[in-house]
């Protein structure tokens, strides 16, 4: 009872007085700095319609992918699996300006100062932003996904990759298949991870866009340029999108310059990298 | 006492001579925002670094079915027009001073163990040549039998004339002749060694008064498959022989030598092949190589020059974040309105930002692309690589290209900065549009083939074949594919379709910024 009171009181006194001058547990500043990120993401209007677009890019172009993809004679070297979920390379870009929009729009706009007047403690605010966009990016991935898998299942089999073939339809009861599948939705919260450490540091949208999508784009390019193998392999181990994406395969698991795991491992360093840039950047530098 | 002072106005809208302000305002603009001029200068200087990144060696390549032969594929013959060529084939010659023919009847053409011509290549050759010497690469004209697409008469390795259709059999023989007058060279094929017809004549300039003439034979390697997977392309398959069967076989004219020499032409694989060479049985001639005698093609030996700019897309990232941001920028912090009130005529705004960024854009890119191309050929030889040899008019088509590439592409992030007025929007979008389609496309093999030439023909990157040096030959059966160096489009019509956007997007944008309140 007497606790009741204390907390009665306690409530009442925090609301006569500037919230950033009341002392809070970091428990609860960090829900509250959830809270206000989620709440300023869920009132941006682009956010609903990007999520959509990672969604419906994710599995419309594996709809596309799928239609085009041939296999008469059964023998080909295509991955159903990775066939499928060719949609993950386009709506990563979709995942990456959601993820810049979140901090750079707040610079563009000037709203980071009053941001950071409200919580001061800036690892938190980048926490709470990341929180927010990697959940998003999960659920839209997860439907994207899932729906890629889908058609896949229902397209695939009529265009050469039958059961007799040995291409089981695809599902996800399947290990590989659920791997890649898993892992793509994965590879998509890690995109949005790397996207929002980029934007912390560079700031400006447009330029953490082209850094961003860059050293995804970029390194395949070059990797097949590159004659020398060893050089090659290297790239590809060490480049975010060849390195992630090794989680969608599920045939030739051998001739993989890395592991499927150790792949999207590969691609979480670099986002972990880029978080911790920024949010280095982000406690050091002037808003 | 009242003063009427006319307020200076603005230029009026209509007449030449109010764009130069303009011009000159956006070019004030441009170069005194130093991320946008650093940003540029980054986007020159990236194609080189990439070009200089290659420090590939090269150490042989696999031959069809066979080991790693080290120095193989690093360099290759130069034909007579200037290309890179294969010159590989078994030659049984004599020589032949001044004018003279050489004529032969072909009875059939097979692979050695008693297989017919359906186990040999479409394209597999064997009849009667007369060439400059026995130095692979040196000038030739022969009438040939193909297994898939009849007689033929080719010369210097790019010609390439219909004779007779039909396979040859020994019910269907084929007589073949050429006769040489002077450097003009006519080939003829009957069907019956009476009734001739003439498949062509060529001149071969500069056919040295004793010229070498006999009966050849030679094949790609039958089944050579390239595999392309994430590790690169490999090819693979068996090394496999062809034999043209010969009688009748007359020289006339004045020959030195009266003995017929048999003589392994090139260095490819095919002069470690065990059984080609010839017999001669009577009057009956067999004539057993492997090889070929046509124009390389990409993909197989050699470096073409296109092969240092890589790093072009690279650049072009740069280029549409500077470009996007030189309009999208004045959206975000209002400038736009301040431009607008000094020069109402919008439309005039827009051109005078591409006009700016366009020229920049082409500087920065012509720097950048003639430096990557003369230092990273340079650096691609010293490594003992083969660079396949390129016309000075190409090497220029080339650069100019790509800088034009590049101005196109900046004028097109520019009309789009107008139309979405978001930076990263206008930035994601085009990379979007133009560099995740060489992705799938090209770099990864993860679209099928049709799929893959569908996007290099309708989205921008479309452009990129403008810097395609490497030719397809009708007569030459190779993988043409977007990875080896070919685009579905030609240069010019490929470049066209990213003109084509960009004109659309500067159209649109020019209409919605004079309709919507800036």
Not at chain 1, 218 to 246: N, Y
Not at chain 1, 250 to 264: D, H
Not at chain 1, 271 to 282: E, I, P, R
Not at chain 2, 388 to 393: F, R, T
Request: net charge positive; charged share 10%; aromatic share 6%.
């Amino acid at each position: 009872m007497r606790a009741l009171l204390a907390l009665r009181l306690r409530r009442a006194w925090t609301r006569l007085l500037p919230s950033s001058l009341v002392p809070r547990s970091s428990v609860q500043s960090a829900a509250r700095a959830f809270g206000a990120e989620w709440t300023k993401l869920r009132t941006v209007p682009g956010t609903g319609w990007l999520l959509l677009g990672v969604a419906a890019l994710t599995a419309g172009l594996g709809v596309l992918a799928d239609a085009a993809t041939r296999c008469p004679a059964g023998v080909c070297h295509l991955d159903p699996a990775k066939t499928s979920l060719i949609g993950v390379d386009l709506s990563q870009a979709v995942v990456a300006i959601l993820a810049v929009l979140v901090i750079s729009d707040e610079y563009g706009t000037g709203l980071i100062r009053v941001t950071l007047t409200a919580m001061p403690r800036r690892t938190t605010v980048l926490a709470a932003k990341a929180v927010t966009v990697t959940g998003l990016t999960l659920l839209a991935g997860a439907v994207g996904v899932a729906g890629s898998v889908l058609a896949g299942r229902l397209i695939l089999p009529g265009h050469g990759f039958a059961f007799g073939h040995g291409y089981p339809p695809l599902s996800l009861a399947d290990g590989p298949v659920l791997r890649a599948a898993a892992g793509s939705v994965l590879y998509l919260a890690l995109i949005a991870l790397l996207s929002l450490g980029v934007g912390t540091a560079v700031r400006d949208a447009a330029a953490a866009m082209g850094i961003v999508l860059g050293l995804l784009y970029l390194v395949p390019i070059i990797a097949s340029t590159v004659t020398d193998p060893g050089w090659h392999r290297h790239l590809e181990q060490l480049a975010p999108m060849t390195a992630g994406l090794t989680i969608q395969d599920t045939i030739g698991l051998r001739g993989l310059a890395i592991s499927p795991w150790a792949g999207l491992g590969v691609l979480a360093a670099w986002a972990a990298g880029a978080l911790l840039l920024g949010g280095l950047l982000l406690r050091l530098r002037d808003a | 006492m009242t003063v009427t002072r006319t307020i200076p106005r603005s230029p009026t809208p209509a007449g030449p001579a109010g764009f130069a302000p303009v011009l000159r305002a956006e070019w004030a603009k441009f170069r005194t925002v130093r991320g946008w001029v650093i940003g540029m200068i980054i986007a020159a200087l990236v194609t080189v670094g990439i070009a200089l990144l290659d420090h590939s060696e090269c150490g042989g390549q696999p031959t069809p079915g066979g080991p790693v032969i080290v120095g193989y594929g690093c360099s290759a013959p130069i034909g007579p027009g200037g290309e890179a060529v294969t010159d590989s084939f078994y030659f049984a010659h004599r020589p032949l001073a001044g004018d003279g023919s050489v004529t032969a009847r072909m009875t059939a053409l097979t692979r050695p163990g008693g297989m017919g011509p359906a186990h040999l290549q479409p394209w597999s050759k064997a009849g009667i040549i007369i060439k400059a010497s026995t130095r692979p690469g040196s000038a030739y004209a022969a009438v040939l039998v193909t297994p898939g697409h009849g007689v033929r008469m080719q010369d210097d390795y790019t010609g390439d004339i219909a004779g007779r259709p039909g396979a040859v059999s020994p019910a269907a023989p084929r007589w073949l002749r050429l006769t040489r007058s002077g450097d003009t060279i006519t080939g003829y094929d009957s069907a019956d060694g009476r009734h001739w017809t003439t498949v062509g004549t060529v001149r071969l300039a500069g056919l040295p008064a004793t010229a070498q003439a006999g009966l050849f034979a030679t094949t790609p390697g039958t089944s050579t498959s390239t595999s392309q997977s994430i590790t690169g392309s490999s090819a693979s398959g068996a090394l496999t022989l062809a034999t043209g069967h010969f009688d009748h076989v007359t020289l006339s004219g004045n020959s030195p030598s009266q003995r017929w020499a048999g003589t392994q032409i090139g260095s490819g694989p095919g002069s470690k092949a065990p059984g080609a060479g010839f017999h001669q049985a009577g009057g009956t001639f067999t004539v057993t190589g492997t090889g070929d005698i046509a124009p390389d093609v990409g993909g197989q030996v050699g470096t073409p020059i296109e092969g240092t700019l890589t790093g072009v897309f690279a650049t072009l990232i740069a280029v549409i974040v500077v470009a996007a941001l030189f309009i999208t920028a004045e959206y975000r912090r209002g400038l736009i309105r301040v431009t607008f009130a000094a020069s109402p005529a919008r439309g005039r705004v827009l051109a005078a930002k591409a006009v700016v960024i366009g020229a920049v854009t082409f500087a920065a890119g012509l720097a950048g692309g003639a430096a990557a191309v003369g230092l990273g050929t340079a650096l691609l030889r010293s490594n003992g690589n083969f660079i396949l040899p390129a016309s000075a008019l190409t090497e220029v088509r080339v650069v100019a290209g790509t800088a034009a590439l590049l101005a196109v592409t900046a004028i097109l992030a520019l009309a789009l900065g107008g139309i979405l007025r978001h930076g990263a929007a206008t930035v994601t979008t085009l990379i979007v549009a133009i560099v995740l389609p060489y992705v799938l496309a090209v770099a990864l093999p993860v679209l099928p083939v049709g799929a893959a030439d569908w996007l290099l023909r309708v989205t921008p990157v479309a452009g990129f074949s403008i810097q395609q040096t490497v030719q397809r030959y009708p007569q030459v059966a190779a993988s043409y594919t977007p990875r080896n160096g070919y685009y579905p489009l030609p240069p010019l019509a490929g470049f066209a379709v990213l003109c084509a956007w960009a004109a659309l997007a500067l159209a649109i944008a020019a209409v919605l910024l004079r309709r919507r309140d800036a």
